[in-house]
């Protein structure tokens, strides 16, 4: 559908007021009403809106120079950011690339890959195995490691096709294995697959720590992370972590993988990583991997805005305020708390099937039978109508149609993280009206 008074055209989608001016966790539009962004945007806006520390240091490189072509010049803000940023990832991640968004810096770690292994002499490797359902990204190279058949399908003749294994939706599971077992289960759909393609073939393997849109807030047992850096191991296939939506704090460890305890071999970030600020996202590597490219001549890559000096400030104050703030210790703590009113909406709304999450990347899952875990009638268009009733009442939250695109909603409930205990009550309170009116047009 497009506007008749707009040249802009998007994805189709309801019509929507013209925004004014943020504020905090608050959006507020032209006629003035305010939203409580209860989803960040697009998990994007994590220390909130107009953060005032921000601002002015983007003020103050603007009076100085918004660009500087990195060919030519070095850049304090560049500089800074790559080395505030290794400081704040796990050891063994010490190289950083600048990029402008999630799915450059997806395209970039896979480039990255490639690209070292012919430094190996494995120029056979290039296969990538991801997971289905899985989101990485729209340009095509993303895409293809994408496992969500509805944005596939009409590029598909395009694509090359690169594998997927399943997500370990264990949710769904209904065996007799303990969720350990099952952790190990979907790890071992790895190595089938690694086997399968050849590992001198295999490059990487590319994985959300904690699912983002694809899945709703998928987390895995904990044995599947450990298993999974162990089978990249055994094959030298590299692991790379897409944390475009969990970096930067969200999942309250600055990266996913620090729960775990895992380090992968690259890391892409983008979203909370420029906090709404500017377009900016990273890959975060290990010199193991960097330095013999760059021996070799190069990185033959790279984008004309990354790590441009606005950018770059921009980053850099997020990351201070981040830390400054305590923001992801609170992303930690607020999280349990937003999961509890999520267990109490679960035990209201016999709809509900499933909560889970990791820090403040949550979701709930609407389904027709809680003992099968069948979805809702697509006749219904719940993603579509739960998020339209928060909406009306001042609350933004983000959905999706599940598992790959084929069944289900979940609704990611995702707020910055300068959020407090009182304002995830203002979001359960609406969440709870919202469903109420849910329920009643649904006949449920
Ligand atoms: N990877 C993940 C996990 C994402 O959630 C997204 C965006 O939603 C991307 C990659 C692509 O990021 P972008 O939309 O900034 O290109």
């Not at 697009?42 to 603007?62: C, D, E, F, T, Y």
């Not at 708390?337 to 109490?344: F, T």
């Amino acid at each position: 559908m497009s506007d008749a008074n707009s040249c802009l055209f998007y994805q189709s989608r309801t019509p929507r007021p013209f925004l004014d001016y943020g504020e905090g966790i608050y959006l507020f539009d032209e006629t003035g009403k305010r939203y409580i962004d209860g989803s960040s945007g697009a998990m994007v806006s994590n220390i909130g809106h107009s953060n005032p520390r921000v601002l002015a240091k983007m003020k103050a490189q603007m009076d100085k120079a918004t660009f500087g072509y990195r060919l030519h010049f070095r850049t304090h803000p560049s500089e800074d950011l790559a080395a505030k940023t290794v400081a704040m990832t796990p050891e063994g991640l010490d190289r950083v690339f600048f990029v402008s968004g999630g799915s450059e810096a997806v395209e970039s770690a896979v480039k990255l890959a490639r690209q070292y292994a012919v430094t190996q002499g494995q120029s056979s490797r290039h296969r990538v195995i991801s997971r289905f359902p899985s989101y990485h990204g729209c340009t095509f190279g993303a895409l293809d490691l994408t496992g969500y058949d509805p944005l596939r399908e009409p590029f598909a003749p395009m694509l090359e096709g690169m594998p997927k294994v399943a997500a370990p939706a264990t949710y769904l599971d209904r065996d007799d294995l303990s969720e350990e077992e099952r952790g190990l289960k979907y790890a071992e759909l790895l190595r089938d697959r690694i086997l399968e393609e050849g590992p001198e073939n295999v490059l990487a393997f590319l994985m959300e720590p904690v699912g983002g849109a694809s899945t709703g807030a998928l987390v895995a047992p904990d044995s599947y992370y450990g298993r999974v850096r162990e089978i990249c191991d055994e094959f030298g296939v590299l692991l790379i972590y897409d944390e475009v939506m969990t970096g930067a704090g969200r999942t309250g460890k600055f990266l996913a993988a620090e729960h775990w305890g895992i380090t992968p071999d690259i890391v892409a970030m983008s979203k909370g990583f420029g906090a709404g600020y500017a377009p900016l996202g990273a890959i975060v590597a290990s010199a193991r991997l960097v330095e013999p490219v760059l021996d070799a001549g190069g990185f033959l890559h790279g984008f004309t805005y990354a790590g441009n000096p606005l950018a770059c400030s921009a980053g850099l104050a997020v990351l201070e305020e981040l830390e400054d703030q305590g923001l992801i210790g609170n992303a930690a703590k607020m999280g349990e708390v937003l999961m509890a009113g999520l267990r109490e909406l679960m035990d209201r709304y016999p709809f509900i099937g499933d909560v889970r999450g990791k820090g403040l990347l949550t979701a709930f899952e609407f389904v027709s039978d809680r003992a099968t875990l069948a979805p809702l009638p697509p006749s219904l268009d719940a993603h579509a109508r739960l998020v339209e009733l928060a909406y009306e009442r001042g609350l933004i939250i983000y959905s999706r149609r599940t598992r790959g695109g084929t069944a289900g909603d979940h609704f990611l409930i995702a707020p910055p993280l300068i959020i407090t205990e009182a304002q995830i009550g203002d979001i359960m309170a609406i969440l709870r009206d919202a469903l109420d009116a849910f329920a009643k047009e649904a006949g449920l």
